[in-house]
């Protein structure tokens, strides 16, 4: 079958059935410029599904939306040490505007620290103005060397948390509580299973304290990082000197956190749900849920289709995304490959026979058919997309769990990790971490957070675990 649709299999090539997959389903093309990608509208339903969950949970847990400049002055940059040695190699700057070269050269802004933490120098004055609890909706740039579209671009679109508290334990409660909140969205969203940890000294974010992350494994075994939350604790309060007088009247800096998830999560949704035949989208996120393709010839046209037209109008009223495809130019077996590859979970056939019996034939994205009962099939399609959704994030977890292995020798681990995940006890030393990485390309993604405690030596240099617990390794995006 996907030989039929010209999709190169999994199994053959993932990296190439990818790169067809989001062509084909018209997800998004390539820019003019280097490494920038162009969303299409059904790609960019996608991301507006994800928009409106997370924006939703945002809001319910007390954040607001801001905007800030896209422009960042490059002296911004110089303030905090270790954020500008982590970003400097990304950075994109302007440096002539208006036919003239500035007289200060300004970045294009990779993430928003910098900026908010300008503006909140100037905002924030008593434990009164605390906390700030802002979220922006943007796009940022970072210069990458490798791209590919939604995982890893020049340009591309985000939210990025910022919040700023009176204390440690307040802003360590945010961080935790946005993670959560990125990993609700992916499992009960996405229908993608994440481990959610905290990530090693060699793995945080610039400038954070540390960082915590969702760690999704796709279908060819390979981890995404699909949201951070970072405790920054007052470094950047420090290097802006954002400072509130507290209750006791003394003058204190305030503590803040960071968190960002992106485009990619389309990535992940597209690369843990995908098979030979192209998408499966789960049912919340799906810009089209349902697709009815009425099956005539040009005799029987006057009779199917006004029958169609109905039940598409009714399944609209119940608040379902459908979409008939009432184009005459093409054969029904097309169609039927055509919204495969697109990955819409349910389809409805109606022909006139259908008609006659008052029945259709539903088919499964995720495979199977039947037929049901015109009367009924209003009120049932709601309750078969809700088992869908927990179909194939169900699926996902099996797959998750039968690539993912504990391993205690060396020998194994570079064996296992070709294939998914490792949980393995690592030492802690960035050195030993560089070495795994630079022998067997895959890095620590994270110290998961539902991981029992034990014990061990580490996998490589065999000294005793820095964690207490076996971490997460594997070959990553």
Known sequence: MAKDKGITPQSQDFNEWYNEVIQKAELVDYGPARGTMVIRPYGFALWEGIQRALDE?????GHTNAYFPLLIPMSFFQKEAEHVEGFAPELAVVTHAGGEELEE???????SETIIGHMWAKWIRTYRDLPQLLNQWGNVVRW?????????TSEFLWQEGHTAHATAEEAEAEVRQMLGIYARMSREWAAVPVWEGVKTESEKFAGAVYTTTIEAMMRDGKALQSGTSHYLGQNFARAFDIQFQDKDQANKHVHTTSWGLSTRMVGAVIMTHGDDKGLILPPKLAPVQVVIVPIYKSETRPQVMPAAEGLAAELKAAGLRVALDDRDQYSPGFKFNE?????????????????EAGTAVLASRLGGKETVSLREVVASLPGRLEQFQRDLYQRAL????????????YDLF????????????????KDCEREIKAETTATTRCIPYDEPQAHGNCIRCSRPSAYGKRILFAKAY
């Open 398 to 409: 099996e797959f998750r769990e039968a690539h993912t292995w504990e391993v205690d020798s």
């Open 144 to 152: 990458e060397l490798r791209t590919k579209p939604f995982l890893r």
């Open 105 to 111: 050269p300004l970045a294009i802004r990779p993430t």
């Open 414 to 429: 570079k064996e296992k990790v070709e294939q998914g995940f490792v949980k393995a006890f690592h030492c802690g030393d």
């Open 339 to 355: 919204w495969e590859l697109k990955g819409v979970p349910l389809r409805l056939e109606l022909g006139p026979r259908d008609v």
């Open 57 to 61: 949970m945002f809001k319910a847990t």
